[in-house]
C-alpha cells in the first residue's frame, strides 16, 4: 500500500480497534476517543503507529505510542507538511578525523564535492546546521560563513 507511508504526520482520532492486534483491542476502553499523530507505518502497510497526544500516565502500560489499522481510525491531514530540508547532515573521514557536510538529501556528496555519508535516523536525516562541530569549512562558505 503505497498510499500508507504518505500518511505520516496525519492527525489520527481511534474510532475503533476492531480490525487492529489482539493486544490493542484488549486495550479499546482506554483508547477510543483519543487522539495522536502517525508517526511510522509498520506491517507492509496495513498499520499505522499513533503516537497519542496524552500524556504517558493516563495511558495504558503508560503507552504512548499504538498499532491501529487504518480502518480502526478516522484521519485528518495535516495542516501544514514540514517541508525537506535543503541539506541534510553528511560525515566523511578526513585523516582520521569525522568531519561533517551539507549534503543535498538522496545524495552522498558535500557541497564540497567531497564524499560524504549522510545520517539517517530512522529513516529520516538530520538536518544540516551550520553550527555543527567540525563542519566542513569548504560547506560552511556555501553558507557564507
Known amino acids: 500500500m503505497r498510499w500508507a507511508s504518505s500518511r505520516i504526520g496525519y ?23 483519543r487522539e495522536g499523530v502517525v508517526v511510522a507505518v509498520l506491517r507492509n502497510g496495513t498499520t499505522a503507529l499513533v503516537k497519542l497526544d496524552d500524556d504517558p500516565d493516563e ?6 505510542c499504538w498499532p491501529l489499522r487504518w480502518d480502526d481510525l478516522d484521519l485528518e491531514e495535516p495542516v501544514a507538511v514540514e517541508r525537506a530540508p ?3 547532515t553528511g560525515w ?3 585523516h582520521g578525523a ?3 557536510h551539507a ?3 538522496r545524495t552522498a556528496m558535500g557541497v564540497c564535492f567531497s564524499p ?13 546546521s551550520p553550527k555543527v562541530p567540525k563542519a566542513c569549512p ?8
Do not use: M
Not at 11 to 33: C, D, E, K, P, Q
Not at 59 to 64: A, D, E, I
Not at 116 to 128: I, N, R, T
Open 11 to 33: 492527525r489520527a482520532s481511534i474510532v475503533s480497534t476492531f480490525h487492529s492486534h489482539a493486544f490493542t483491542r484488549a486495550h479499546a476502553s482506554a483508547l477510543i476517543g
Open 59 to 64: 495511558l495504558p502500560g503508560r503507552v504512548q
Open 86 to 88: 535543503d541539506f541534510v
Open 92 to 94: 566523511s573521514k578526513s
Open 98 to 100: 569525522i568531519v561533517f
Open 103 to 105: 549534503v543535498q538529501p
Open 116 to 128: 560524504a555519508e549522510p545520517l539517517p535516523v530512522c529513516g529520516w536525516s538530520v538536518p544540516f
Open 138 to 145: 569548504v560547506c560552511l562558505r556555501h553558507f557564507g560563513l
